[in-house]
């Protein structure tokens, strides 16, 4: 079996949602500070049709592994993008999506040190970095474990949820203890780093604050808004 890790970048303010030029110009903040995956592509994976969508990821059903409620999961339409230009013409008007800019790592700055012990330092790896927005407020925590015994409900990552979620769960994966951080557990748009398996971040105690300051700057510039951090991963 293998694992996948995901760091996240949260917005302290759950209803935020960016413009498309705010997304464009981050991706090419990340690129001149040499932060971005090299050799990378660009695609929008949205429900939003658009003629101009060659691709089409099918529709699925299943059941959530949690609670054992049906799950329906939309068709998708996928769109390539040749450069960073053409990133926020593309998203303009969509309500949804999510744009990945996908290749190779390591970058020049990485985003933070990988656990030795699952991986040596320098080896390539994939790499891509998502932009996530969606419709309604979603979960951003991901807690594998039940906490119906301390009396608190986690919705699962990605779905609906109430915007009153606001403490994020996450799991340190080292010694499989509960992360708690403020203002990271709910968001319409939120940033996901994305790494090859059996890639984890060394971790500093129980702090998620693990990506490179130069980073998170740029997302709080380039957005004008502050950014909690957090992970997904199984």
């Not at 390539?80 to 008007?93: F, H, K, Q, R």
């Not at 594998?144 to 986690?154: I, N």
């Not at 790494?195 to 984890?200: A, K, M, Q, V, Y």
């Amino acid at each position: 079996m293998s694992l996948y890790y995901i760091h996240t970048l949260i917005p302290d303010q759950s209803d935020f949602v960016p413009a498309p030029t705010q997304v464009a110009g981050f991706y090419s903040v990340l690129i001149e500070l040499g932060a971005a995956p090299s050799a990378a592509t660009f695609a929008i994976i949205t429900p939003n049709a658009r003629t101009s969508y060659a691709g089409r990821v099918p529709g699925r059903t299943g059941r959530n592994p949690m609670t054992g409620e049906a799950v329906v999961v939309p068709p998708r339409y996928e769109c390539t993008i040749n450069d960073t230009p053409s990133v926020a013409l593309e998203l303009d008007g969509l309500n949804e999506y999510d744009l990945k800019m996908s290749g190779k790592g390591p970058p020049r700055l990485v985003p933070f040190r990988f656990d030795d012990k699952l991986n040596p330092q320098g080896q390539a790896y994939d790499f891509a970095v998502h932009c996530c927005r969606r419709p309604h407020i979603a979960s951003t925590s991901d807690y594998h474990f039940d906490l119906k015994r301390e009396g608190l409900k986690v919705t699962p990552f990605g779905e609906a949820c109430d915007m009153t979620e606001r403490t994020g769960f996450f799991i340190n994966h080292k010694t499989a203890e509960t992360i708690r951080v403020p203002n990271a557990g709910c968001a319409r748009f939120w940033i996901e780093f994305a790494f090859g398996e059996w890639l984890f971040p060394e971790m500093k105690g129980d702090s998620l604050n693990l990506l490179a300051a130069p980073i998170v700057v740029a997302a709080q510039q380039e957005f004008s808004v502050g950014f909690a951090q957090g992970c997904c991963w199984g």
